[in-house]
């Protein structure tokens, strides 16, 4: 069974041209699958039937894991045995008639333009690494970068003169962002007099490093964010993308039209960005009935 999803995450690779972190989150679904087959009893692939998928999903379930992480996991073991199938590796596709389960769609978490700015103005700019960290973050949030594409970027994707930065988004699709006055101010600084004194090498290209000189990780990032928010003292609740979603739903509270948000964010579909939409009625909602005579 090993082989036959070392094939299969090497035709994500290359054939379907799958981003690298998307490559890893259906290996680890599916080795967790295949760990869990075996342990049942099951020692090819062909011996899987329907019912162990359904077995396997309803353990997920016992754990306490999220709906839309099961739904994620049925997507790709359907994924696997439809490659299977396609390839002749397989005679049946014992997932093809199971069926999602429904998900209600979250709303995503915000925190208020007052929150950003005290966020903002946590790091300390007399240390290299708060430099360092009032830079990401205020570009962050002046632009709504995903966390992967922020500690992706290299200094070559970066014009100050132009006020532009580019990004490498999902399904590998390059887009051109605004920067924004505040973010240029604070990014010239770090590279003009920070950067320098944190890489080890010139030969290294990331535009955001870590203690030791290297591309800074997710983890990294998350842990900085983290640490600035409760020095903040921010009560809402903080994930890795809470200033892409406030990024958005500012913007979209300021006026901006629907289809220039969808183009910043890097969505390919515009019904993704209008859950944002959803966020700015719960605002005016919420503002209508505390004022509002007759609400």
């Excluded at 999220?66 to 739904?71: E, K, L, Q």
């Excluded at 979209?252 to 993704?272: K, P, Y």
């Amino acid at each position: 069974m090993e082989n036959l999803l070392s094939d299969y995450l090497t035709y994500l690779r290359v054939e379907r041209g799958l981003a690298e972190n998307t490559v890893l989150s259906y290996e680890r679904d599916l080795k967790k699958f295949i760990s869990f087959a075996k342990k049942s009893g099951f020692t090819s692939i062909e011996s899987i039937q329907r019912q162990q998928i359904i077995t396997y999903l309803l353990k997920l379930q016992g754990e306490n894991m999220a709906p839309s992480s099961v739904t994620r996991n049925l997507a790709s073991i359907r994924s696997f045995f439809s490659y299977l199938n396609i390839e002749n590796l397989t005679k049946n596709d014992p997932s093809s008639d199971l069926d999602s389960p429904k998900l209600s769609k979250k709303l995503p978490k915000v925190i208020t333009i007052d929150e950003v700015e005290d966020l903002l103005q946590q790091p300390d700019e007399t240390d290299k690494f708060g430099i360092r960290d009032r830079a990401m973050l205020e570009i962050l949030y002046a632009t709504g970068l995903r966390v992967s594409e922020l500690i992706s970027l290299d200094v070559d994707d970066v014009n100050l003169e132009l006020g532009f930065l580019r990004c490498i988004g999902k399904g590998s699709k390059e887009r051109i962002v605004p920067l924004g006055k505040i973010a240029i101010s604070y990014l010239k600084i770090y590279l003009d007099n920070t950067r320098n004194k944190l890489v080890k090498t010139i030969e290294q290209k990331s535009l955001f490093v870590n203690f030791h000189g290297r591309r800074l990780t997710r983890q990294g990032f998350w842990k900085i964010v983290k640490k600035y928010a409760n020095q903040a003292g921010i009560k809402s609740e903080i994930t890795p993308h809470t200033l892409r979603h406030s990024f958005a739903t500012h913007l979209l509270e300021n006026g901006a039209d629907l289809r220039s948000v969808q183009e910043m964010l890097g969505h390919a579909d515009i019904s993704t960005t209008q859950i944002y939409t959803h966020v700015t009625q719960k605002k005016l909602q919420k503002v209508h009935k505390e004022f509002h005579p007759r609400a």
